[in-house]
Every structure is written in C-alpha cells, then in structure tokens.
C-alpha cells in the first residue's frame, strides 16, 4: 500500500498568468541585484583603471545592460507597488487594494516622468 | 442538450495504479461538479471515492482540482467550465485514493497560529460578555470566514516545495486572532508564526487568495503579519537590550 | 487487531456537542486522557451548516422560566420540564463563556452581545453570529480545543460497533479510513454524539454525514432511544437542492407568501404569523400547496420567502450567507426576488434517551447534541435550541463522564477472552459484508427509502401511509443484506462505509415508523390525519425503543411535569 506523492514540479511556474508575473517579478529583483553588484565593481574597479577602455563596460553591452536594468526596475517597482497595499493594518476590500495599487502607481509614474524629463531636457553648456 | 464529459482520475493505494476515467453526465443547467460525481458514483457501482458532506460550500470537505485550478466541487457548476471537465485530487498533498488525499500535516498547521484568546485552560464562569463595537468585530469578518477547506494549501507553490512551511489558512487564522479584541496572547503568537518554518517563507505568490472560495485573502494576511512581525521583533529586541544591566566601563 | 487503551473518555463524533464536551472534560481534570473519535474531520461536521442562532435568557425582559415555558409550549407539553429548566438556566454562562474564547457573536452598538426574534419565542432571545452562527460555533469550539494536550484526536475513523461487557459500554471497534487499520478502543466512558438521521428523507437540510450512525450503535449496545417518532421539518429550504434557509430570515421580518402574493399564515397563525414554531408553519404550507395555492415548480411545488422589504443593507449585515446561498444555488438575489422555498426534514427530536446529566440507560455511555433525547424539545423543537442544547449539554455529559471517572470506585476491565471475542466478530461481520454476494446497489435501496420516508413518515401521516412505510423499510432491510462491495480493500471503502451508514438508517426508519405507529394522536412535529387531535390522556407520555431479546420493543415512559401543567397550544 503506497500513497501516491504529488510535488509541484521545477516549471510550475509556467502553471498560470499570476504565477508568471510573480517569477518575473523576482527574476527582475535579481537582475536589479546583479545590476547593483556590478555597478559596485564598476566603480570600485573605476578608482584604479580607466572604465572606457575595457570592452565590457562600453558600448553595446553596457547600453544593453543599463537598459535591462531599467526595464528590471520598472519591473519590480510595479510589482512591489502592488504588494504594499497588502500590508496596512487597515480593512481594505478587494476594489479598495485595486484602487490604492492605482493611487500608488500614479504617484510612483509621476515621480519618473519627473526625474527622466529632468535628465532629457536638453542643457547648454555655453 | 448536450451531455457533460467528465475525466477523473482514479488511484488505488493498494495497486499503486493511477489511470483517468471517463464519464457522461446528461445535461441540467444547474448541475454542481459534486452532483454529476455523486450520479457517476451511482451509476458504476459506487466505488470512486471522494469526501463531501454539507454540499452548501460551507464544510469544505469537497475540495479538487476542477481543470487545473482548486476549488470545491459543489459549489462549481458544470455549464461554466470547459469541456471536458477533468477532476484531480488537491496538488501539493499525497493521495490516499482516487480524488482523497491526506491534509493531515496541512491541518496540524492551525496549532502553530495558537488560535485562541488564551493559555487559561479552566474558564472561570465570567458572568458577562467582553464589550466589543460592530466596528471591532468588523475588522476580524474577512479572515474569519476562513472554512478550512485546504484549498489555499493546494495553491501555494511554496507549501508544494516545502511542507514545513506555516501556510496560507494558519497565517490567515493567526491575523483573525490578532485582529481580535479579546485576544491577550498575541505576542507569544507572533513568536510562533514568526519562527523558522513561519511567515517569512510566504513570497507572495498571490495563488492562495486567488483559489479561496470565502475571500478571506490569506495573501494580504500573511503580508500584514511579515510587517507587524517585524515591529513585534524589533520591539522585543529593543527591550531586551534595555533590560540587559550596562556592563561597567 | 490493534487494542487501544489508556483513554478514559472516548467522544463519538467532533461536532458542537462532541468538541464542548471533551473541552468541559478536559477542563475538569487536567490528568484525564480525552480523544475525540469522528468520521470526517470535525469541522465537517454538520453543525457547520447551522444559521440561525442560540437561544438564551440574556437580557433584564428575559428570564430561564420565560425561556422554559416557550420551549415546553414549543414541545407540546412533551418535554420533561426539570431538563428544560436546568437547559435555560445554564444556556447564557455557555454563551458567555464561548465568547470569551472568541467566538464573534453579532453586536449591539453599545458593544453587546445582540438578540433576535425567532420562532415561537414571545421576547428577542436569540444570540446568533452573522447568519453563520453554527459555523463559528464550531470553530470556535474547534480552534479553542487545540489548547488541550489532553484532547486526541482520532480523525476518519469510523465506529461500527460498541462494546459491552457486564452491561456497561467500554469500548468500540473502529476502522481508520487512513489506512485501512482496525482497532479495539477500550476506555471508562463513551460520549455518543454523532447526530441526527436527516439523510433517511429524500428532501432534507441535512448533509450527507447524518446518518443516525450513533443512535443505532447505542440501540445495538442497550442503551434506549426516545421519542424517534418526531422529525422536524424546517419550513423554509431552497425548493429544489433542500440547502436551508435559516428561520433568521423570518426573525428579521420576512414573509411567507403563497401563488396569490398573500401571506397565507393569517389563516393559520393570525398571532405569530412567519414567527411560529416550525411544525405549525410546515403544516401551513403543506395545506398551502395542497389547496393549490403554491407555485408549481419543474421539481416541486413551492412558496415564496420574501426579503426584498428588508433592505439590501440589512440583508447584507445580518443574513450575508443566505444572499450568498441563495444568488449562487439557486439564481435568485433576496434582495430584488422572493426565493423559492419548501418546508424538509431539519432536525431529529428522538435520539438516546438521557437525563440532564447526560447519562444514559446504558451505564458509561453518555450523549449529548442531537443524537441525545433529553428530552428539551418534546413533539417539536424551537429555533435555535438546538445549538444551546449542544453546549449545554456538552458540557454537562463532559464534565459528568470526567467525574464518572474521577470517582467511580472500581470500573471493571474486560477480560482479554472478551475483548478476543468482540475483536473475532467484528473482524467477522466486516469480512461478511465485504464477501456478499447478491445484486442489490447500495443507492437504490436507499433512493427507496428515502422517498418511502418521505411520503408516509412526512410532515402528514396516518395509518396506512406508516404500515405501508413500515413494510417497505422491512423489504429494504432484507434488500440489503445482498449488496455486493466491489472494493475488498478497507483504505477509504466508501461502499463499505455506505452500506454500514445505509443499515443504521434502515434500523433507524424502522424504529420511527413503529413510534409513530403506536402514537396515536398528533402532538407537535407528528401530525396523523386519523388522530388530529392531541390526546393527554393517553399519550402525555415518552415512547422508548430498546432492542431486547424479542427485538424491537417499545415501552413508556412519562414527562417530568414541574411547573407548567400542559394547556392548548396556541400561538
């Protein structure tokens, strides 16, 4: 007599829509990380060595690398924005986390739009 | 009209053997999944086994996987899903036969949220109620509509892959009794659910609030209790370090 | 076969009654080893399905004789009025005491527990939690026993025999669905709370797990059953799946209305009118769709129950699960429709006779719950007395079994040649049925019997209907000694598990048919067209059913009379 053991297996990720948004929400969180740490070595190998002249560290692979992050980070902030509503100690009905997710991604829009058109407006160095 | 096809898959402990089955249902608008099981039983001699009682979705004895997704069999009607239907036991648990699996770990869960008001065991015959507003009893209505159905247990990814893992019912139990006012034992709580196999392992993968079928929301519980943990710990570390007498310089 | 031993209480079923009394035996000792053996998991249980609320006198208008006299008047005179006395008194400390251990019971604005009508009570008494008041009853209960290190649990396992030895109940046989496992339980006391036998009728409220498991094992083991001819009939269940609609929904101001749109029971119960006791009003609508008066419906006739005056806010507060069952059951919003409603069996007012303490003829078997007869309820139960009755009396046969066993003197162990016996016949009678061989299935001969319950032990009987009754269940019973079980295998032998439950509702049927037989007059929820009348002087009386060497034998027994000298019951 044996029971039959049922584990969900290495893909099960893949099981549904919600399952995927939250796999790719920790793979960005990684990839934040990763982009983090060799940003860390970046700078740390800057103070000894010239950054431009290793192959690495120019274009197009810093470019591409800059822009995953980016796209990582868009990622994660989205996905973390939802998460927050979760956690106030308030009674919040289901349209009432839809609504504050909204609220904060508003908000959390704003301030990007902000900072990058700040860094896009062209300045005269004359 | 047309018939329901239904698959189920079939297991016998004492063969080890799994296989599907097929069946036909005939055809009524407000058909229930339990429903066209309990004909089926009856038309093949009676020897599929499955757990049921109230068939009002409020034991939650009847829970499965009804195509891919867990939910109770008789509160799901057979119109709204796709053809054919195919039922399966609840995932992340061993089947014990056919659609009947073992949720006894999953149920021992509930002890680790310490679900009660307190440790005095003899009551002392109080001879009036604690006072509490419609509005205090308001905040703990979601996570106590919880009806221990193990549906959330089939649902969490986390639970599948490591089973001392708290989950998503006890976390929701243990908010219900913090959210209380009449609770005196939340601290001694928050240090059980906040232990090694505790809330902390929840990442938020969102599946358990998706599947309930009473929206208790276990989900935003658990997240609730990973911030209210954090301030319970950093509070008991906080007077701990106060009390400890300062060593002479 | 494995012996289990060192309990000293073993509770049969982990419903309301079954989990208050292993709490209130816990607490009364801490050294007492309790287990709680049921079929399913105990918050399966039916009480989970209960709505509407818990009577008790809580308020300064109210007091325990105000409370005693509805239900004696509820139970036609037939209750043993020093029980209903001892129930009222006791039932608010059980309310309160829940309370404390968290049950959230519906409040007042000022922070009080709240009160609402209910049938047949003249003042607001019933305490009730939302409309899911048996649901978080029993989590309550459930979640506050996991406190016990003396409360085990023995989770699906079924009980198929009760042993005796000298005349007293020590033990039981029991299969672990789990794994196939049987064992031998011995203990010092037994509390027997398995229920009613709701599922012997086609259209019921109950759910699938009541079966009369545990009247049967107490009849089969001596103990007595009272007054089995009286089953109630709840007048509002959804029309075609029988799911209930809690009374509540008539305590908060709905109406009963019949094809014409009127509220019919001015005819009826001009007073009360939708607040009533049950069996007047199940009558009511009976005649109702007899007289044509009904609406006919593609499975049944029916009348309707309309909310809408009520307000989608007050639905929503105090009757969210009945919005709920009704939208998702049965296609219909209270709030913009009358739901479609037919009286169905409810609730079993017979069971193992007791007394107070909860003992019964049996020494060291207790019960307590529906499947006890104490009797509070008589000929007919009031709304919400039943789940004051499983905490009452729960906790008075846990705390009495507690002290039956602190204190008994000698309580005398079996010898092992008797528990060889017990062991051999058990393991016998299992083998048998599973070696059976005959044509007979198991859903048929129940789909019979139900329908025959339905229709000569209903809501109207008379002599006839019961004898052809009687017969019909006599032929079933022989039917079903020829059910072959495909399955040899005891790991979740639902056919076997069926066959068991199926013989105990058949002994069950037997036993109310020949009680109602003999009962020649209507009293309560037993209504006989031949005798309509009620008859004091012949039948103010128990009927009690013990199987003895002749069989089923029926006797009598009288109604305990303190205070209230039976009157016309009028309302």
């Known amino acids: 007599m044996k029971y039959l053991e049922q584990k969900p297996g290495a893909f099960w990720w893949t099981r549904?829509?919600?399952?995927?948004?939250?796999?790719?929400?920790?793979?960005a969180g990684i990839m934040l990380g990763a982009w983090a740490f060799i940003i860390v070595l970046a700078i740390n190998a800057n103070f000894m060595l010239n950054m431009s002249d290793h192959g690495i560290f120019t274009w197009p692979t810093a470019t591409l690398f800059q822009y995953i992050a980016l796209i990582a980070s868009i990622i994660h902030s989205i996905t973390w924005l939802h998460a927050i509503p979760k956690t106030i100690p308030l009674n919040i009905s289901k349209k009432g986390h839809i609504i504050a997710y909204l609220i904060l991604l508003a908000i959390w829009i704003s301030i990007f739009w902000l900072t990058t058109s700040a860094f896009l407006s062209p300045k005269s160095y004359d | 009209m047309r018939n329901f096809i239904i698959k189920i898959q079939r297991y016998n402990p004492e063969t080890e053997k799994i296989y599907f089955e097929e069946h036909t249902v005939p055809y009524t608008k407000d058909l229930t999944v339990l429903d066209a099981l309990n004909f089926i039983k009856e038309k093949t001699g009676g020897e599929i086994a499955y757990r049921w009682a109230c068939r009002m979705g409020i034991c939650g004895s009847c829970g499965a996987i009804i195509n891919g997704k867990p939910a109770l069999m008789c509160s799901t009607f057979c119109v709204q899903l796709k053809q054919p239907i195919?039922?399966?036991?609840?995932?992340?648990?061993?089947?014990?036969?056919?659609?009947?699996?073992?949720?006894?770990?999953?149920?021992?869960?509930?002890?680790?949220?310490?679900?009660?008001?307190?440790f005095q065991k003899k009551h002392l015959e109080p001879q009036h109620e604690t006072l509490q507003t419609p509005a205090q009893l308001n905040r703990l209505k979601q996570t106590s509509q919880c009806i221990k159905c193990m549906l959330c247990y089939a649902a969490c990814p986390v639970y599948g892959l490591k089973q001392e893992f708290i989950g998503p019912?006890?976390?929701?139990?243990?908010?219900?009794?913090?959210?209380?006012?009449?609770?005196?034992?939340?601290?001694?709580?928050?240090d059980s659910i906040t232990a090694e196999n505790g809330i902390y392992n929840c990442s938020f993968i969102g599946e358990c609030s998706r599947v309930c079928p009473k929206n208790v929301d276990p989900a935003a519980a658990?997240?609730?209790?990973?911030?209210?943990?954090?301030?319970?710990?950093?509070k008991k570390t906080a007077k701990s370090i106060l009390k400890t007498p300062k060593k002479s310089s | 076969m494995e012996i289990i031993t060192g309990y000293d209480i073993l509770i049969i079923g982990g419903g309301a009654a079954g989990l208050r009394a292993a709490i209130a035996a816990a607490e009364t000792d801490p050294r007492l080893k309790i287990g709680i053996i049921s079929k399913v998991y105990p918050t399966r249980s039916h009480t989970v399905s209960a709505e509407g609320g818990v009577a008790a006198a809580m308020r300064e208008y109210d007091s325990p004789a105000n409370h005693a006299y509805d239900t004696i008047k509820g139970s036609d005179f037939l209750a043993d009025q020093d029980a209903?006395?001892?129930?009222?008194?006791?039932?608010?400390?059980?309310?309160?005491?829940?309370?404390?251990?968290?049950?959230?019971?519906?409040?007042?604005?000022?922070?009080?527990?709240?009160?609402?009508?209910?049938?047949?009570?003249?003042?607001?008494?019933?305490?009730y939690a939302a409309d899911k008041t048996g649901f978080y009853i029993l989590h309550s209960l459930f979640e506050r026993s996991l406190l016990y290190e003396n409360i085990s649990r023995f989770d699906e396992w079924y009980v198929t025999d009760l042993f005796t030895d000298n005349e007293r109940a020590t033990g039981f046989h029991a299969i672990h669905q789990k794994n196939g496992q049987q064992a031998i339980f011995l203990t010092k006391t037994i509390i027997m709370a398995t229920g009613g036998a709701g599922r012997?009728?086609?259209?019921?409220?109950?759910?699938?797990?009541?079966?009369?498991?545990?009247?049967?094992?107490?009849?089969?083991?001596?103990?007595?059953?009272?007054?089995?001819?009286?089953?109630?009939?709840?007048?509002?269940?959804?029309?075609?799946?029988?799911?209930?609609?809690?009374?509540?929904?008539?305590?908060?101001?709905?109406?009963?209305?019949?094809?014409?749109?009127?509220?019919?029971?001015?005819?009826?119960?001009?007073?009360?009118?939708?607040?009533?006791?049950?069996?007047?009003?199940?009558?009511?609508?009976?005649?109702?769709?007899?007289?044509?008066?009904?609406f006919e419906g593609p499975n049944c006739a029916y009348v309707h129950l309309d909310l809408r005056h009520l307000?989608?806010?007050?639905?929503?507060?105090?009757?969210?699960?009945?919005?709920?069952?009704?939208?998702h059951f049965a296609a219909t919003d209270p709030v913009l429709e009358p739901i479609a409603v037919r009286p169905a069996q409810h609730y079993t007012m017979g069971g193992i006779s007791t007394g107070s303490d909860g003992a019964s003829t049996l020494p060291g078997l207790f019960a307590a719950g529906e499947a006890a007869c104490v009797s509070i309820h008589g000929a007919n139960r009031l709304g919400s007395n039943s789940l004051a009755e499983c905490l009452v009396f729960?906790?008075?046969?846990?705390?009495?079994?507690?002290?039956?066993?602190?204190?008994?003197?000698?309580?005398?162990?079996?010898?092992?040649?008797?528990?060889?016996?017990f062991s051999k016949s058990c393991n016998n009678k299992i083998k048998l049925l599973l070696s059976n061989d005959g044509h007979e299935s198991i859903a048929s001969i129940r789909s019979a019997m139900q329908e025959n319950m339905d229709q000569y032990a209903g809501i109207i009987r008379d002599r006839e209907g019961l004898k052809k009754g009687l017969h019909a269940i006599k032929d079933l019973q022989e039917r079903s000694k020829r059910v072959t079980i495909k399955d040899k295998s005891l790991i979740f032998n639902t056919g076997l598990i069926e066959l068991l439950e199926l013989k105990a509702m058949l002994k069950t049927c037997e036993i109310i048919l020949k009680c109602a037989l003999l009962r020649e007059e209507s009293r309560g929820a037993h209504y006989r067209t031949d005798f309509p009348n009620r008859n004091d002087q012949k039948f103010l009386k128990h009927h009690l059913a013990h199987k003895t060497s002749a069989g089923l034998t029926i006797t009598s027994q009288k109604v305990n009379i303190t205070k209230w000298s039976p009157e016309a019951r009028t309302y």
């Open chain 3, 84 to 127: 209903v006395e001892y129930f009222t008194e006791n039932a608010k400390k059980q309310i309160i005491t829940l309370e404390h251990w968290g049950c959230p019971w519906s409040r007042q604005k000022d922070g009080q527990v709240a009160v609402r009508a209910f049938g047949g009570m003249n003042v607001k008494r019933t305490v």
């Open chain 2, 169 to 190: 019912a006890a976390g929701a139990l243990a908010q219900r009794y913090n959210l209380d006012t009449r609770d005196n034992i939340k601290n001694q709580r928050m």
């Open chain 3, 311 to 327: 307000g989608k806010k007050t639905i929503n507060e105090k009757l969210p699960l009945i919005r709920e069952i009704s939208i």
């Open chain 3, 200 to 294: 012997a009728y086609k259209f019921t409220t109950n759910s699938a797990l009541n079966t009369g498991d545990g009247l049967i094992l107490a009849y089969e083991a001596g103990a007595a059953l009272k007054d089995m001819e009286f089953v109630q009939f709840h007048p509002t269940a959804l029309a075609k799946t029988g799911i209930l609609i809690t009374e509540a929904a008539r305590g908060e101001g709905g109406h009963l209305l019949n094809k014409k749109g009127e509220r019919f029971l001015k005819n009826y119960l001009p007073e009360k009118m939708e607040l009533g006791p049950r069996d007047i009003i199940s009558r009511a609508i009976i005649q109702e769709i007899i007289s044509g008066n009904g």
């Open chain 2, 222 to 234: 658990l997240q609730k209790l990973k911030v209210a943990g954090i301030i319970h710990t950093a």
């Open chain 3, 394 to 421: 729960g906790a008075s046969a846990g705390k009495n079994a507690a002290n039956y066993c602190l204190s008994a003197k000698k309580i005398t162990i079996p010898s092992n040649k008797q528990i060889n016996l």
């Open chain 1, 16 to 27: 549904n829509l919600n399952c995927l948004i939250y796999f790719t929400r920790e793979i």
């Open chain 2, 86 to 118: 195919t039922l399966q036991p609840l995932a992340n648990f061993k089947v014990i036969k056919d659609l009947i699996v073992d949720t006894d770990d999953a149920m021992n869960k509930f002890r680790a949220a310490m679900p009660y008001t307190e």
